[in-house]
């Protein structure tokens, strides 16, 4: 039965509401390296990214250990939003963050089926750069919450899922945020 091991992308020098495509700062790339040092044992493992930025320079450290370069996934990337202006996109995401998934506009429906999907399809046990709500729909799915956000997922934190190719199954979650999403 694989393994995921989900890791949110270490803190950025924008929040999404402000840039949708930007890299890590200073803190983000610490992180980066400790979550790194901390899979180190488990691996080589397969590595998944999204194709932001953020996701990529996270998982950076632990392709150079491990020596083998990961395969970016755009299913795992972050939530697909059509609101260019900033102010507005940050309104949409808040509301987005508070709501159940069965009250979201339905190509979100399509965009979750597809995080789900990508993540069932692993054969292999695998770490996963991504983002805040694609780990939501991860555990949310694995434990039946339907729920956008059921959890706060801290940078560089690590949630552990088991599948069956059927069927996602939460081990833990990683580490909670402390501070404001947005």
């Known amino acids: 039965m694989p393994r ?5 992308h270490g803190r950025p020098t924008a929040t999404y509401s402000d840039a949708r495509d930007v890299g890590l700062d200073p803190i983000g790339v610490a992180q ?3 979550v ?3 899979l180190a044992p488990l691996g080589p493992l397969v590595v998944l990214m999204s194709p932001l930025r953020r996701a990529r320079e996270t998982a950076a450290p632990l ?3 491990w ?9 795992i990337g972050e939530i697909p939003s059509s609101v260019a202006d900033p102010t507005a996109r940050g309104a949409w995401l808040r509301r987005i963050l508070q709501a159940r998934w069965g009250d979201v506009e339905p190509e979100l429906h399509a965009w979750r089926r597809g995080v789900v999907d990508a993540l069932l399809g692993l054969r292999e ?3 996963i750069f991504t ?3 694609a780990i939501n729909v991860a555990a949310g799915t694995a434990t039946g919450d339907d729920r956008v956000t059921s959890f706060s997922p801290a940078h560089c934190s690590v ?3 088991d599948t069956d190719g059927g069927a996602l199954r939460l081990l833990e979650r990683g580490g909670e945020a402390t501070t404001p999403f947005l």
């Open 36 to 38: 790194a040092a901390g």
């Open 63 to 65: 392709e150079r250990t």
């Open 67 to 75: 020596g083998r370069p990961g395969t970016v996934e755009p299913a």
């Open 125 to 127: 046990s695998s770490v």
């Open 131 to 133: 983002h805040y709500i």
């Open 32 to 34: 980066a390296e400790a």
């Open 159 to 161: 949630t552990v899922v």
């Open 4 to 8: 995921l091991y989900l890791v949110r």
